[in-house]
């Protein structure tokens, strides 16, 4: 018996004890220093012309994006800025040629900026060597609640002399077909992230130092989630969803300077491959190491050790729900006022959190012996995936089956080694994750 309340009191919600909310009032991570505008009255903008004159300024500045800014290729020197989205806003440049893409540079030198609540907007993939939606070679960057849709050469680039930064609660996707036929050789570029430009490439300490948190890689993704070189990489929480056929999720070379990367609690839902070795061309060494995610690889190259900066963490069964929840998760979800206050209109993530991205079923027992019952609500219809994973994040079991409302499923589970699993039911897009014991 003592046994036993000990696993259950494994199974419990944890939630309380790793407390995250989808709205952040600081930055975790390498990027914890940005501050932005700081306390700056905030002003508001609506043309490219008024944006970019704030941007230059001197002085610390809290400005607010409304409606839709039409842009034109800007690099700019930016420091001590917060730039702030309304809800709706946006920035767009749809220009397809090398010369005219892109949206907004930070170029090097600009130090301590925050980004949050925009939305990047690019013609599409086209490889024709031309820029990306946002391209950073800022120190001390927080990009919060932003999402990132069809940048030409990529989404979200780091390079140069980029170092400090944290990307939390961002979606990445491309909603327009890549354009083939491009100078730069590649038919489909919907690659998202690229940390380095060349194996030479670094910053002045020698690695670009940037932590991944609730992220979203969505559908149309193909590579680069991210591509990294010289880098030391924290990807926390993150929710990989793209059926792009022969899609790739983390890309690291070692480079001059070697790289390493610390994936935790992440769940690689449906992706083509979740890892792969740049070594061959890239030289140096890599290190990356999963822990506690979903359908991820083994470990690969040279320890990786847990990053020692304080932070929060999710459950690895609430990650799909909560970040891909379309009202309050990844992307530009955050609420703002005409003033700059920011909220969210969901609860903090928890106990009691509402998520209408969860499956309402029933399971039992959570110790099993031989059979997992799952019982669907009357809402539940459509093809359901039944899969369980074991605590190194490898799949063990799956089952498909049309459901109707209101059945009841029956699964024999006898074969599993005994141990603590991991359970994920979905149907479309609505899934529900839960743990079990196997006695």
């Given at each position: 018996?003592k046994?036993?309340i000990?696993?259950?009191?494994?199974l419990?919600?944890?939630?309380?004890?790793?407390?995250?909310?989808?709205?952040?009032?600081?930055?975790?991570g390498?990027?914890?220093?940005?501050?932005?505008?700081?306390?700056?009255?905030?002003?508001?903008v609506?043309?490219?012309?008024?944006?970019?004159?704030?941007?230059?300024?001197?002085?610390?500045?809290?400005?607010?994006?409304?409606?839709?800014?039409?842009?034109?290729?800007?690099?700019?020197?930016?420091?001590?800025?917060?730039?702030?989205?309304?809800?709706?806003?946006?920035?767009?440049?749809?220009?397809?040629?090398?010369?005219?893409?892109?949206?907004?540079?930070?170029?090097?030198?600009?130090?301590?900026?925050i980004?949050?609540?925009?939305?990047?907007e690019?013609?599409g993939?086209?490889d024709?060597?031309?820029?990306?939606?946002?391209?950073?070679?800022?120190?001390?960057?927080?990009?919060?609640?932003c999402?990132?849709?069809?940048?030409?050469?990529?989404?979200?680039?780091?390079?140069?002399?980029?170092?400090?930064?944290?990307?939390?609660w961002?979606?990445?996707?491309?909603?327009?077909?890549?354009?083939?036929?491009?100078?730069?050789?590649?038919?489909?570029?919907r690659?998202?992230?690229?940390?380095?430009?060349?194996?030479?490439?670094?910053?002045?300490?020698?690695?670009?130092?940037?932590?991944?948190?609730n992220?979203?890689?969505?559908?149309?993704?193909?590579?680069?989630?991210?591509?990294?070189?010289?880098?030391?990489?924290?990807?926390?929480?993150?929710?990989?969803?793209?059926?792009?056929?022969?899609?790739?999720?983390?890309?690291?070379?070692?480079?001059?300077?070697?790289?390493?990367?610390?994936?935790?609690?992440?769940?690689?839902?449906?992706?083509?491959?979740?890892?792969?070795?740049?070594?061959?061309?890239?030289?140096?060494t890599?290190?990356?190491?999963?822990?506690?995610?979903?359908?991820?690889?083994?470990?690969?190259?040279?320890?990786?050790?847990?990053?020692?900066?304080?932070?929060?963490?999710?459950?690895?069964?609430?990650?799909?729900?909560?970040?891909?929840?379309?009202?309050?998760?990844a992307?530009?979800?955050?609420q703002?006022?005409?003033?700059?206050?920011?909220?969210?209109?969901?609860?903090?993530?928890?106990?009691?959190?509402?998520?209408?991205?969860?499956?309402d079923?029933?399971?039992?027992?959570?110790?099993?012996?031989?059979?997992?019952?799952?019982?669907f609500?009357?809402?539940?219809?459509?093809?359901a995936?039944?899969?369980?994973?074991?605590?190194?994040?490898?799949?063990?079991?799956?089952?498909?089956?049309?459901v109707?409302?209101?059945?009841?499923?029956?699964?024999?589970?006898?074969?599993?080694?005994?141990g603590i699993?991991?359970?994920?039911?979905?149907?479309?897009?609505?899934?529900?994750?839960?743990?079990l014991?196997?006695?």
């Amino acid at each position: 018996m003592k046994t036993k309340i000990i696993l259950l009191a494994l199974l419990l919600p944890c939630s309380f004890l790793f407390a995250q909310n989808y709205f952040m009032s600081a930055p975790e991570g390498f990027g914890a220093s940005a501050t932005g505008g700081g306390n700056a009255t905030p002003v508001t903008v609506t043309t490219l012309a008024d944006l970019t004159a704030k941007l230059k300024l001197t002085t610390p500045q809290v400005i607010l994006v409304s409606g839709t800014i039409n842009c034109t290729y800007t690099s700019l020197l930016v420091n001590d800025k917060t730039i702030i989205g309304l809800p709706g806003a946006r920035l767009v440049n749809l220009d397809q040629t090398a010369a005219g893409s892109g949206i907004l540079s930070l170029k090097p030198g600009s130090n301590n900026i925050i980004i949050r609540n925009l939305i990047f907007e690019g013609p599409g993939a086209y490889d024709v060597d031309g820029r990306d939606n946002l391209t950073s070679e800022a120190t001390n960057l927080w990009v919060d609640h932003c999402e990132f849709q069809d940048g030409m050469d990529g989404n979200f680039d780091n390079k140069g002399a980029a170092d400090n930064m944290t990307v939390s609660w961002c979606k990445f996707i491309y909603l327009k077909a890549p354009k083939a036929g491009g100078s730069g050789g590649a038919d489909d570029h919907r690659f998202s992230d690229l940390v380095g430009s060349s194996k030479t490439d670094a910053p002045s300490d020698g690695h670009y130092s940037i932590t991944f948190k609730n992220c979203y890689w969505a559908e149309g993704c193909k590579e680069r989630m991210p591509r990294a070189r010289n880098a030391e990489l924290h990807i926390l929480n993150c929710y990989y969803n793209t059926s792009v056929s022969g899609s790739l999720a983390i890309g690291l070379g070692g480079g001059s300077n070697n790289t390493t990367c610390y994936v935790e609690g992440t769940d690689f839902a449906k992706i083509g491959t979740a890892f792969k070795n740049y070594i061959s061309t890239d030289g140096g060494t890599i290190g990356i190491a999963f822990t506690d995610c979903l359908n991820a690889p083994t470990n690969s190259g040279t320890t990786v050790t847990k990053p020692s900066y304080p932070y929060s963490v999710l459950p690895i069964g609430n990650v799909a729900g909560y970040i891909s929840n379309a009202s309050c998760g990844a992307g530009a979800t955050l609420q703002v006022t005409p003033q700059g206050v920011l909220s969210t209109s969901c609860n903090n993530l928890g106990l009691n959190d509402n998520n209408s991205n969860n499956l309402d079923l029933k399971y039992y027992p959570s110790v099993i012996n031989r059979l997992l019952n799952i019982d669907f609500s009357s809402s539940d219809n459509g093809l359901a995936e039944v899969q369980l994973f074991s605590s190194n994040g490898s799949k063990v079991y799956s089952h498909s089956k049309n459901v109707s409302p209101d059945e009841k499923l029956e699964l024999n589970v006898g074969n599993l080694a005994k141990g603590i699993y991991v359970c994920k039911v979905q149907i479309d897009n609505r899934s529900k994750t839960f743990k079990l014991v196997k006695n």
